[in-house]
Each structure stands twice: as structure tokens, then as C-alpha cells.
């Protein structure tokens, strides 16, 4: 596409109102922005300005006249839709909200808002907690802008939450600490009475995780200075100026700061709201999930929002779970700074568009036991911010029997010490849409060629049967895509940069499992196969020295399983910019060997021991040519200059539909090559 061409047809009518920037020019925008703290306070920090100021500049960005829509449409409508991560905007758009149009009433709430007032006039608001009482089906609650300190909230019907306007209303799970004594030995201490004292769950291997993370580290309570969250510390002794320490048996909390004219946050609420399922303010549940928008939630010890539902623990019919709260729907929300999860999320139809979830602990997202779900244009940054080990983090968990999650172009970034997205446990044609992955774990992991977990990765589908994953841009993840005992996944078109694809299998089933039933909702051990690896474009710079593609299965399982986990695999392109004579470029199991592996430098000599597979997969070693538009910006859109820019199959039908891509569109990787 002319960009030039089309800046000389849009400019005239439409001003420079219209971004028709590339995706790498907003990413590197937003990843200004995730590189700042978005916590708010009273004293509007600077950080929050910035976060707000970005999403400003979003927001003009995408408000041109009606008759730009109209040219844009003309034009756009008239040309290739391709395939490809969109580029933003991500995350919450700053906006002017409506008053919603509900059949019910209309409740103001403002953090000054008195109990007693009715709430059904802008000028005489209520308190959030008495709207929450009264509110049935059909109503909607109109937040002032401000800071709620407030939570524990419980709420059984569907209703409708936003701003008034452009206000920017704010739920904080913490209080003001103002009473403090100094100790005179560079401590300073204060009584506190909302304490969250927890333990590991009974499944951590303390054995293997306690020199690395202290029991400590799973209490619930936080404690913020300015802003800024201080990690726990076990004693006194360990107290500096990045942590606290809790003293449980006399209710005191420590730090090393000085609390004078400082703002001093602490945790005094589990959660924001819990969206249950039983009887609640004497109404009967509705049946319906809330529609969220435009509110920000922070600094809760657990977590900040909760829908309750059906915890399946063993195998379950579709129709047994996700029923009791179906709809709910989060729009343009904040969530950060949760002691352990953003939000727990259960129920059918679930909608989660263009939220920020960052700073979390075990989980940002955890969805549960939910169909027909769909996670469109957020931003999951920086989860376990804590660096709990044996936990298995990740951004956003999808657990147990959950059906058709869509993940579909959103910005998973900056998780050093978690998963990105994890398809976990009994999942039913999971689809992986477009999204952006980048620095997902600990690049410098020592790669172990025996052992592919525990690991961090970008895009991980374990325990289920059948997923897409397609369209997607992978840049240095511990591993970019990692399928284990699962069956029928289909990975097109995706771009991966220093990041490997591992699929493998194991022996685990449910007898003797260390999480007993979980390997019983996924395909019996046999039926560990059928993927696809198709028109991918998997790449290395001169600092990456793993393979690229690994198919892996312990050597105790040769003789039992002795056919290949892909059925297809083909048309892929491997690109590493230096030789690197002294690792494989394929790892591959099974294999007739004493160890059940086989090693390949090149597609080439896989398809001289498998005929079937790689035939029209081209590899490019120690390469300095052309290939990407500008890496160094974050740009990875493929130049057509690149001899490996057109080596690509036709689709399935299926699968250009899911990317928006024209049928007879071929090329490898995510994005179609660029002059």
C-alpha cells in the first residue's frame, strides 16, 4: 500500500486527522507507555497523566469527520484485506460517554455521594455500595469521576456500569495510612486492622521453590508510596526502601520511607465487586453478566472483579457450566495492581474489549469454564510482578472446559517471569487471532534439549483439543508457541522472531496426576496429534542459538507412539542471520534413535527422512539480505524483496475468513510483503 498515495487522496478532506500509521510506529507509542507504572493516586502523578495523555492522542487520532469514514470506506473497501496484528489502537480509548439507554433507571454515584440520597439526579448523587444495593436488571450506575475507596461490593443482576462523560472514575482496594511512629532506627511503623494473611496453595512444591520464593510472598496485602508498589519482606532486617514487612501477631505494618508528606496506600479490601449467583440485596440472580465500561480498578488484595459460575472438577458436558451469568461484557477498563488476579471470569458469551490489565500477580485474566468467549484489542502487560515461582503464571489463563475463546488482536507484552495467553485444560477450538507477543519469559533460560517445561510462552495450549492459531507475531519468547498433549492445532501465518515453536507429548494421564482429574479432559495419550504447521515464517538474529521448530516426546514413549504429532507440515520459511553450525534448526521426535531424537539443520534433511513433510519449506542460513521492513522499530512486516516473500500454500477456506484475508493471499508469516 502507497502511503504517500493515499496521504495525498485522505489529507485534503480529512486534515491530518486520520492515523493510517504503520502497526510498528503505534507499538512502539504504546510501549511507552507500558514502560510507566499506571498506578493513580491523589496527587494525579505524572504516570497516570501519561497514560491518560496517551490515550488522548488515541482517541483524536480516531475521530475524524463522518465524511472521512465515508472516503476511507471507499477507498479501504476497494482493497486486500490482509492478515496481520492491527497495530492499535490497544487497550482503553479515552471518550465522552453517553448517558447509556437502559429500561430501567439511572443511578449517580460520586465518591462524596451520600447513602441516603436517592441517586436518580445528577445533582443529588448516592453512594456507590447504596447503588449497588438498590440497582435491578435493566438499570445502569453513572460514576463521577474520582477515587472510590471502596470494595467487597456483591451485585447478582444485570446492569450497566460507566463514567459520566469524560470523567474518569477510579476503585481503589486500599486506604490512606496517616498514623505513623518512627522507630528511631530508620523504620517507621503504624497499627493496621484489614490485613490478608494467605498460604500456597497445597500443590506448591515448596521442595523445589522455597529458596526462590519466600512463604511471605503469598499474602495478599500491599502496600504503595506514591504510587509505587513495595514488595514484602520477611523481617525488620530486610526492609528497604522497595519493601515492607508485616507483622501479623501485633497487626503492624513497616517501612523504610518516610511517610511525611507522602501518600501511603494500604490494602483494605479483598476485591472490587463479585458478580454472585445466589440470592443477594433480596433479589433473585438475573441471569446476566454486567456491561463494564470506562472504569479503572486497582491496588485490591486478591483480586479486583469476580463472576461466579460452576467450578467443574472433572470431565463436563458443555451444558453444565458457564449458564449461570452469561453476557458480561468489560469495555475500555483498567485493572492493576492485584495482590494475585485482575479478575476471575466465568460465564457464556463473555465480551472483554480494549482494557489495560497490567501488574498482576499469579493471573492478569483468569477465565473459567466459558463458552463462546471473546478477548479482542487489550493490553495484558507485566504479570507476576511478584515473582512467584511454581505457580505457572500467566496473562491470561483459560481454564478448565472452556469452548471457542477468541483471542483475537490484542497486545500481550513485557511478561519476564509469565506465560503470555494459556489455553489450560479441556479447552474446545481455542482461536488465536493477530495477536502481538513480545517478551514473553527468560530469554536467557538455559535451553535444555530433554526438557521443554517448565517454561515461558507466548501462546501455550495444553490438556485440549483443537485450536487456530493463526496470524500472530511472536517476538523473543522463551518460547513463542508451545501445544502439549493436545490435539488438532492448526498454526498458520504466524511471524515469530527469536522465539521457538515446540509441540510435544507425554505419557501424563489423570492416574497419579499431581492435579488429578485435569488430564482426563483432554485427548487420551494416543490421540496426542494431528496439527497442522503451515506458512509459517520462523526466524533468528545473530544472539539466538535454539532451534527453531521442536517436536518432542520422552524416549519412553517411542515404541508406544511411533508416528509424527503434525499431519501437515509444509511451506514454512526458517531464517537465521548467522550459521549456527552447533544447533539444529529442527528438533524432532520420534525418531530411530537411543534417545527417540533426531536433530536437522535444515527443513531439507527432515524431508529426506519424512518425504511427506517439508517439501516446499524453504530455510535461509547466515542471511544478511533483505526481510523485514525496519525490526529496529518494532516493524516486522515482510519485504517483498525477500526471496521467501511468496513461498506460501493456499488456506483452508476457514482460516483467511478468521484473519480477514483475501482467499487467494500467499505468503509466510503474519504480514503480506511490503515493497
Known amino acids: 500500500m502507497n502511503h504517500k498515495f493515499l496521504s495525498g487522496i485522505i489529507t485534503p478532506v480529512c486534515g491530518n486527522q486520520v492515523s493510517y500509521k504503520l502497526p510498528g510506529s503505534i507499538l512502539t507509542f504504546i510501549r511507552k507507555e507500558n514502560e510507566m507504572k499506571s498506578s493513580h493516586t491523589e496527587q494525579s502523578s505524572s504516570i497516570y497523566k501519561n497514560h491518560l495523555q496517551l490515550h488522548a492522542q488515541i482517541e483524536k487520532w480516531h475521530q475524524p469527520h463522518l465524511i472521512c469514514y465515508v472516503l476511507l470506506y471507499i477507498i479501504f473497501s476497494s482493497l486486500p484485506v490482509i492478515a496481520q496484528p492491527s497495530g492499535g489502537p490497544y487497550g482503553p480509548m479515552r471518550q465522552r460517554y453517553d448517558l447509556p439507554d437502559v429500561a430501567g433507571k439511572i443511578y449517580y454515584v460520586a465518591p462524596d455521594g451520600q447513602a441516603e440520597s436517592s441517586g436518580e439526579t445528577l445533582a443529588q448523587p448516592t453512594s456507590l455500595a447504596a447503588a449497588i444495593e438498590r440497582v435491578k436488571t435493566g438499570d445502569a450506575i453513572v ?33 490512606v495510612a496517616t498514623q505513623w511512629r518512627s522507630l528511631h532506627n530508620g523504620l517507621w511503623s503504624t497499627s493496621w486492622s484489614y490485613l490478608f494473611p494467605a498460604k500456597p496453595a497445597d500443590w506448591w512444591p515448596r521442595q523445589w521453590h522455597g529458596k526462590q520464593t519466600p512463604l511471605h510472598r503469598f499474602n495478599n496485602d500491599m502496600v504503595f508510596v506514591d504510587g509505587k508498589m513495595l514488595q514484602s519482606a520477611g523481617w525488620e532486617g530486610e526492609v528497604d526502601a522497595n519493601s515492607f514487612f ?28 463479585t458478580r454472585v449467583t445466589d440470592e443477594c440485596h433480596g433479589k433473585k440472580s438475573d441471569g446476566k453478566g454486567p456491561v463494564i465500561r470506562g472504569i479503572t480498578f486497582t491496588q485490591y ?32 477498563c483498567t485493572i492493576s495492581f492485584c495482590s494475585r488476579v485482575a479478575a476471575y471470569l466465568r460465564g457464556d458469551n463473555l465480551i472483554m474489549r480494549h482494557c489495560l490489565v497490567s501488574d498482576t500477580s499469579t493471573e492478569g485474566i483468569y477465565i473459567l469454564s466459558s463458552s463462546d468467549v471473546l478477548l479482542e484489542k487489550n493490553i495484558f502487560t507485566r504479570n507476576n510482578i511478584e515473582r512467584i515461582t511454581g505457580y505457572y503464571p500467566a496473562a491470561v489463563k483459560i481454564f478448565n472446559q472452556c469452548y471457542r475463546v477468541t483471542c483475537r488482536d490484542n497486545l500481550v507484552i513485557d511478561h519476564p517471569y509469565s506465560n503470555g495467553i494459556w489455553y489450560d485444560v479441556g479447552n474446545v477450538d481455542g482461536r488465536f487471532i493477530n495477536n502481538w507477543v513480545e517478551n514473553i519469559g527468560n530469554m536467557k533460560r538455559r535451553f535444555s534439549k530433554t526438557r521443554f517445561w517448565p517454561s515461558d510462552n507466548g501462546f501455550f495450549f495444553e490438556i485440549s483439543k483443537g485450536a487456530i492459531c493463526a496470524g500472530n507475531m511472536f517476538v523473543n519468547c522463551d518460547q513463542g508457541i508451545y501445544v502439549i498433549n493436545s490435539s488438532d492445532v492448526e498454526m498458520y501465518n504466524n ?15 489423570a492416574a497419579g496426576d499431581h492435579f488429578g482429574w485435569h488430564p482426563s479432559t483432554g485427548p487420551d495419550v494416543e490421540e496426542r496429534d494431528g496439527h497442522i504447521f503451515v506458512n509459517n515464517l520462523l526466524t533468528a538474529d545473530e544472539h539466538y542459538h535454539r532451534p527453531l521448530l521442536v517436536l518432542w516426546q520422552p524416549a519412553s514413549l517411542c515404541k508406544r507412539l511411533n508416528k509424527p504429532q503434525v499431519k501437515r507440515l509444509d511451506y514454512n520459511v526458517y531464517v537465521r542471520r548467522e550459521d549456527s553450525a ?21 527443513p531439507e534433511d527432515l524431508q529426506k527422512l519424512h518425504p511427506e513433510f517439508s517439501a516446499h519449506s524453504l530455510n535461509f542460513t547466515n542471511y544478511n539480505g533483505p526481510l523485514f521492513k525496519s525490526p529496529e522499530l518494532g516493524n516486522y512486516e515482510l519485504l517483498q524483496a525477500f526471496p521467501g516473500s511468496t513461498a506460501a500454500s493456499p488456506l483452508p477456506t476457514e482460516i483467511p475468513e478468521l484473519l480477514g484475508q483475501k482467499q487467494d493471499s500467499r505468503f509466510p508469516g503474519a504480514f503480506p510483503p511490503q515493497p
Not at 153 to 175: R, S
Not at 497 to 508: D, E, H, K, L, Y
Open 582 to 602: 552447533s544447533e539444529p534448526l529442527i528438533m524432532w521426535s520420534p525418531a530411530e534413535s537411543e534417545n527417540c531424537r533426531q536433530e536437522f539443520k535444515s
Open 246 to 273: 508485616i507483622n501479623y501477631d501485633t497487626g503492624e505494618v513497616f517501612i523504610s520511607i518516610d511517610p511525611t508528606d507522602r501518600l501511603v496506600e494500604i490494602t483494605a479490601f479483598e476485591g472490587a465487586l
Open 495 to 509: 511471524t515469530l522472531v527469536n522465539s521457538t515453536v515446540c509441540i510435544g507429548r507425554t505419557a501424563r494421564t
Open 301 to 332: 488484595a486478591y483480586r479486583a472483579l469476580e463472576v461466579k459460575g460452576t467450578d467443574p472438577e472433572g470431565l463436563s458436558p458443555e451444558s453444565e457450566h458457564g449458564k449461570e451469568v452469561v453476557g458480561t461484557t468489560l469495555e475500555n
Open 143 to 175: 460514576l463521577r469521576g474520582g477515587i472510590y475507596r471502596i470494595g467487597d461490593l456483591k451485585l447478582n443482576q444485570g446492569i450497566t456500569m460507566q463514567p459520566y462523560a469524560d470523567e474518569q472514575p477510579v476503585l481503589k482496594g486500599t486506604l
